[in-house]
């Protein structure tokens, strides 16, 4: 079962914050917080992680609670070409490797 | 490009057809993975491959059959497909470091008619 909780769908304004939030309650001490978004069916492509502390990249900000229960990924100018799927996702580790558990994730939609 | 490659990108089969998907990766991982997304269903992992050993098969059917020849390269084997069958099969890898991400292929886009 997924580790990870997210609203279905979200609608932005294009050039506004987007904000995606995740729960993942369940999240164990050394299990980092993955985020991924698939445009059209396409592969997913990596936004950013982080484990406990705040993260910024050029694509997006996460924001970690200090309980690490939930998460939320900030998209600060979103564009039409941001319209996507939005994975969060709690990485487990698996004999000697690690794993991905994928939920149902957000359907954003960037709105001109 | 995210320097995972997948072939074909699409494929029509019949349900006693064999056929084979292929993942090659140019990033030097060491961990290979596939997936399965059916429509409006989240992305389910199959099978996991960490130097070029079998880590995990996730209660996957005998008629998908995995090969791992080497850390770069990835098959998955079909034979006497179901229509359900039908989906988008992902191909990822990463270097399994504590943070590392993975990346993902374009897909392959089955149809089991």
């Known amino acids: ?112 | 490009e995210t320097g995972v490659t997948q072939t074909p990108r699409h494929l029509v089969m019949g349900m006693t057809n064999k056929k084979s998907l292929k993942c090659e990766q140019h990033l030097g991982h060491n961990a290979m993975y596939w997936y399965k997304q059916s429509a409006k269903k989240p992305l389910e992992l199959m099978f996991v491959y960490n130097f070029k050993e079998q880590t995990e098969n996730n209660s996957v059917p005998s008629r998908f059959s995995p090969e791992c020849p080497n850390s770069s390269h990835l098959f998955l084997h079909l034979h006497t497909l179901q229509p359900e069958d039908s989906a988008l099969y992902l191909c990822a890898s990463s270097q399994e470091t504590l943070s590392s991400e993975q990346f993902f292929g374009p897909g392959t886009r089955l149809t089991v008619l």
């Open chain 1, 1 to 112: 079962d997924a580790k990870t909780t997210q609203p279905p769908s979200m609608d932005c304004a294009e050039g506004r914050a987007a904000n995606l939030p995740c729960n993942h309650s369940t999240i164990s001490g050394n299990e980092y917080v993955y985020w991924y978004r698939q445009i059209h069916s396409q592969g997913p492509q990596y936004i950013i992680h982080g484990l406990k502390n705040n993260e910024t990249n050029e694509m997006a900000s996460l924001i970690i609670t200090e309980d690490r229960k939930s998460s939320t990924l900030i998209l600060p100018h979103a564009t039409l070409r941001d319209t996507a799927v939005y994975y969060c996702i709690v990485r487990v580790a698996t004999a000697g490797t690690y794993k991905y558990i994928f939920g149902t994730g957000t359907r954003l939609k960037v709105l001109a």
